[in-house]
């Protein structure tokens, strides 16, 4: 549940694709390439069906989970980051889904590990991340340690993170909160606000451009990855 990053090694964002090919020879190149009537009607039939497969994938991309606002402002080394998600599920899974910290390295590549230890305090934990991320040629690995602090409600709940002094960040904190939405069309409207202070040094200008950029495509990674655990713990058998 971080942030973006930025570093020294260069990376890109697309490799080059190499087309494979059965190991049948290819046709000669004399072969005739004209229609006879059969085809034409096949192929007709099967062009008339593509505007119900594009309407079927705009469909299936309505119900995910929609970000209405990712601002990110910078005071001197400290960020501050704030999130407005609307969540396609009930408040009280979307809430334990986000407590189901092992399951954010199904959501988010750039998640290398997470460990999880209890404390004495029945709700809170200390989380321990790693995490690997490029933006444009910038890229880091940063290892974080938080104390995460639950407090459930009968509509949704606030989870408080703690950032400690350790690896990459000097500190920092973090709040979410988990509500009915009163007027999104979703169930749930999660609303995330962080701060945090690198403990790396970051280029003044382009720095909050990274950060802000990273934080939008980490706002639709974690809706979408909330959405689809909180609906599948609504799946789950009752014990």
Known sequence: MATGAWGVRFCTDSEPVAIVGSGAAAPPLSRPCGYHA???VTRARKVRHWPLWVLLLFAVSAHGAEVSGVQVARHGARFLIDMHIAIDAPAQAVFWALQDYAAMTRYNPDLRAVRVEPTPAPDRVRLFTTIHTCVLVFCKTMRQEQIMTA?????GGTLDAELLR?????G???VWIV???Q????????DVRIELVPAFWVPPVLGSWVVGRKMNEEAHRTGDGLEQTARGILARPAD
């Not at 407090?151 to 509509?155: C, E, G, I």
């Open 38 to 40: 059969r085809m034409i």
């Open 151 to 155: 407090t459930a409600s009968a509509d």
């Open 166 to 170: 350790y690896g990459d960040f000097e």
């Open 172 to 174: 920092g904190r973090g």
């Open 179 to 181: 509500k009915p939405c």
């Open 183 to 190: 007027r999104a069309r979703a169930l749930t409207c999660l």
